[in-house]
């Protein structure tokens, strides 16, 4: 039987990567769920669905970890990520696939590299450990949204 962790200080930039990748994780899920209903691509579709059952999986693995180390996470997406999923559900068809494969590929890139600093860098185990779990999941979803991104341009040119 695992003895329960000393209370560990969790630092400030520990807590802040947790409360940005909850926030980051319920804006994926959020995001594939417009995908699946706007996207035109069959492939923008397919991502988007990717996007709610992994990052699903992972806020649920985080809020876990958060649980434990007493982090009180988001459950609600602040005012600037609602902004950014209520500009890409106006959004239809082709130039929602292109807006959103674009965004995919940006927040992504953005991700692996907080995740990769929190798992090289982290002072709290639990949350050090679920980045670099995390990471070669995100690092797949980076390669799939910039071959996505780029068949869409390259298809798709006017």
Same mark, same amino acid.
């Given at each position: 039987?695992?003895?329960?962790? $000393?209370? !560990? $200080?969790?630092?400030?930039?520990?807590?802040?990567?947790?409360? /940005?990748?909850?926030?980051?994780?319920?804006?994926?899920?959020?995001?594939?769920k417009?995908?699946?209903?706007?996207?035109?691509?069959?492939?923008? #579709?397919?991502f988007? &669905?990717?996007?709610?059952?992994?990052?699903?999986?992972?806020?649920?693995? @985080? #809020?876990?970890?958060?649980? #434990?180390e007493?982090? !009180?996470?988001?459950?609600?997406l602040?005012?600037?990520?609602?902004?950014?999923?209520?500009?890409?559900?106006?959004?239809?068809? !082709? $130039?929602? /696939?292109?807006?959103?494969?674009? /965004?995919m590929v940006?927040d992504?890139?953005? /991700?692996?590299?907080?995740?990769q600093?929190?798992a090289?860098?982290?002072?709290?185990?639990?949350?050090?450990?679920?980045?670099? #779990?995390?990471?070669?999941? @995100? &690092?797949?979803?980076? %390669?799939?949204? &910039?071959?996505?991104? $780029? %068949? @869409?341009? !390259?298809?798709?040119?006017k």
């Amino acid at each position: 039987m695992l003895a329960q962790s $000393q209370s !560990t $200080q969790t630092s400030a930039s520990d807590q802040k990567f947790a409360k /940005d990748a909850a926030i980051g994780g319920l804006m994926e899920v959020e995001l594939g769920k417009v995908a699946v209903t706007n996207a035109s691509s069959d492939k923008v #579709k397919e991502f988007g &669905q990717k996007m709610i059952d992994d990052h699903s999986k992972a806020n649920t693995e @985080l #809020k876990t970890v958060a649980a #434990k180390e007493n982090i !009180t996470l988001p459950t609600d997406l602040d005012a600037k990520h609602k902004g950014m999923v209520d500009k890409l559900s106006a959004l239809h068809g !082709t $130039q929602f /696939d292109r807006a959103y494969m674009k /965004d995919m590929v940006k927040d992504h890139q953005e /991700d692996v590299a907080e995740f990769q600093k929190e798992a090289d860098n982290g002072s709290n185990p639990g949350l050090k450990s679920f980045a670099g #779990k995390a990471l070669p999941t @995100l &690092q797949g979803h980076l %390669s799939l949204a &910039q071959s996505d991104e $780029q %068949s @869409l341009s !390259t298809t798709s040119k006017k």
